[in-house]
């Protein structure tokens, strides 16, 4: 059963019989705000109105060592880590359909040793604002089992262009997850830095 984050919660990373944590996936989704419907003559005569601007919001995931200094980005012109341990599913230009929309997979046991923390985040590269976003969240899943551990919803309205949204992290022999929900402002993953070292 998934655990709901709310923001600054930690959970440890490790399959419920204690065992440690070897694949997971970071999955995002998020839905352009629907705006509302057009009524009357001018409503029907220009199509009934309604309907959503697509959100084009970039998941990344920056790799981090012990000292916070930034060794590697996962995000859309990147969509592998330089040792392979990190992917991304791409691009996702709209927010349209149900469930995840970019999806980071993670294999925990193959990262270098250096990488402490593993930083997501979700930014606007058109310059879109969280005004216009609805029901974005990020959700943590053991990709061995497809059993969703933590959902991490974010409401928060604003015109911030980004969000750290949540932190992993090596935490002795294992790992553990911070939800963030920090709003910031940035283009791409690397405008984010402040917070995310803030956060971490």
Known sequence: MAVSLSKGQRISLEKSNGAGLSKVRMGLGWDPVQAPKKSGFFGSMFGGGGGAEDIDLDASCLL??????LLDVVWFRQLQSRDGSIKHSGDNLTGEGSGDDEVIFVDLSSLPGNVAHLAFTVCSFRGQT???????????VDDTNNSEMAKFNLSEKGVHTGVVMAIISRDGAGWQMKAVGTPTAGAVANDMMPAILAAI
Do not use: I, S, Y
């Not at 969280?130 to 943590?140: K, P, Q, T």
């Open 64 to 69: 981090l060592d012990a000292q916070k200094n």
């Open 130 to 140: 969280f005004n216009e976003v609805e029901g974005a969240f990020c959700r943590l």
